[in-house]
């Protein structure tokens, strides 16, 4: 066995601590991570907190995952010991259904999340608040040496769930596109947006945002609790990108998209949407959603980053800071991701 330390939560109603655990043996097609960097996602928090559905406990979460290869299996070949590597929200799936084979590993009904999810080998999986990780080699993926690496943490979950819908809905120039949130995802959804060509407004509760956001390349800022502010952008949106993690009435904004505009839901809010049908008949509106993106698209994604130096805004903490930055982030309080370092683990 793998003998690894991290921070777990016992219980939905314990702060994470210190825990020793095991992982499997690096098998044939395995590679082992020393883990240096891993982000701070809205859905850790979801999940220690069972906002979702009841939790596999001890937790140890984290699926933002960069490091170093510190060991590789017999028939691995995509990756050497010193490698730079990164793991994402998913370390397994069934690989040969319509999803797998259309790389859309992520909608696998047999995928395993990275932590809070039951592995092939009937034990628990376990995140990346830990000193190292043992993975399948195809969900490693490649991460440059150009960038700053802690910055890079964040692209493994916040950077594909926003890049691939918009690439999904080939979101560019001419297209009037809000992003829903500046947390961790919106903030990445306005640099992508942006690199992408697209015209974008910031929608936002946090009127202290709005310089910020201008400075990541946004175009405009609506604070959402201003009426007249929401009045001045009826009809407005191509899409709307949906980053919001905790409840809110769809309805508001399904106002300011065109005719025929599209509502896409990335946050995760655990009370469902109230929509009424006429919020969608009048205008042929659409509500859809999107959840992660496959392991080609991921690689691309972090292809597209280095090459366009793009990274996450980052404010690095110590493992022991960590129910700090939750507190921070349930009032909306993150500038704009909150990334690990394990070295003080
Ligand atoms: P985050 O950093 O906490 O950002 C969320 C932002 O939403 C906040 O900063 C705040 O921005 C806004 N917000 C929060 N509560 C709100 C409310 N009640 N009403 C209106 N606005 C509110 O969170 P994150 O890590 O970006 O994650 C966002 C959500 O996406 C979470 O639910 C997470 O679980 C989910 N998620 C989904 C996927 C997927 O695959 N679809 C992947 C990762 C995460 P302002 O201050 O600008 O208003
Ligand atoms: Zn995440």
Redesign the pocket.
């Known amino acids: 066995m793998t003998k690894s330390k991290g921070y777990a939560a016992q219980s939905a109603e314990t702060n994470l601590a210190p825990w020793d655990f095991e992982r499997r043996e690096v098998g044939a097609h395995d590679v082992l991570i020393d883990i240096l960097y891993c982000g701070v996602?809205?859905?850790d928090l979801?999940q220690i907190k069972n906002d979702w559905f009841p939790g596999i406990f001890p937790m140890v979460p984290g699926h933002e995952i960069v490091g170093r290869i510190a060991a590789v299996g017999a028939h691995v070949t995509n990756f050497k010991i010193g490698d730079l590597a990164g793991v994402g929200c998913m370390v397994d799936s069934c690989g040969h259904c319509e999803d797998c084979k259309g790389d859309l590993e992520q909608f696998c009904s047999e995928g395993v999340q990275t932590y809070n999810a039951m592995g092939k080998d009937g034990t628990p999986t376990q995140g990346g608040y830990s000193n190292n990780i043992v993975v399948k080699e195809e969900f490693a993926l490649h991460v440059s040496d150009k960038l700053p690496l802690a910055a890079v943490a964040p692209l493994l979950?916040?950077g594909i769930?926003t890049y691939s819908p918009l690439r999904y809905w080939k979101v560019g120039p001419g297209h009037k596109v809000a992003v829903l949130?500046?947390?961790?995802?919106?903030h990445m959804a306005v640099k992508f947006a942006v690199a992408f060509g697209a015209d974008v407004t910031v929608l936002?509760?946090?009127p202290a945002?709005e310089e910020d956001a201008k400075v990541l390349g946004a175009h405009h800022f609506v604070v959402t609790k201003d009426p007249d502010q929401v009045a001045a952008v009826t009809k407005t949106f191509d899409f709307i990108v949906d980053?919001?993690?905790?409840?809110?009435d769809i309805n508001l904004y399904l106002n300011m998209l065109k005719s025929r505009g599209t509502h896409i839901a990335?946050?995760?809010?655990s009370e469902p949407y109230q929509i009424p049908a006429f919020s969608l008949l009048a205008g042929g509106k659409a509500v859809a959603g999107?959840?992660?993106g496959g392991l080609a698209e991921t690689q691309e994604m972090l292809d597209f980053c280095a090459e366009h130096n793009i990274v996450s805004d980052i404010e690095i903490i110590g493992i022991e800071d960590i129910h700090d930055a939750y507190e921070r982030?349930e009032k909306?309080d993150?500038r704009y991701r909150f990334v690990i370092d394990l070295a003080t683990l």
């Open positions: 996602c809205h859905s979801h979950c916040a769930t949130g500046l947390g961790g995802l919106g936002s509760t946090s945002k980053t919001v993690s905790g409840p809110h990335l946050g995760a809010p999107s959840g992660i982030m909306g993150v």
